[in-house]
């Protein structure tokens, strides 16, 4: 924008016009934008966009929670070349058969003493 104070306007009344074109062209894109910008689909599909995000990033970060948790449970019954360590297994095995047997034995027990 040039300073009207202490220069004279040398423009033609055609250009005085066309740069009022321009200007108006230029606002009126503008307000275009805005106009979509503050409307209610785009404000909304703003907001979901961010949810998804947050949750792909949330998501992503406990994948990553549970691949390090199984691999540190691997851990404890793989050795690093891979073999499994029968000296962690077996004892786990032998609590998770006896956990099994006294759920299923339990109730059954029980029917017997009401009889």
Known sequence: ?????????????????????????????????IGVRV?????????????????????????VGVNRVVDDVKGQFVTEDGQPRLDRIVPVALVVVGVVGLLTLGPRRAKRRRR
């Open 1 to 33: 924008m040039s300073d009207t104070s202490s220069t004279p306007d040398t423009r033609t009344p055609a250009q005085i016009e066309a740069d009022i074109k321009r200007r108006r062209e230029t606002l009126a894109e503008t307000l275009d934008e």
């Open 39 to 63: 409307h209610p689909k785009t404000i909304v599909g703003d907001a979901k966009a961010k949810v998804a995000s947050s949750v792909d990033h949330t998501l992503g970060r406990a994948y």
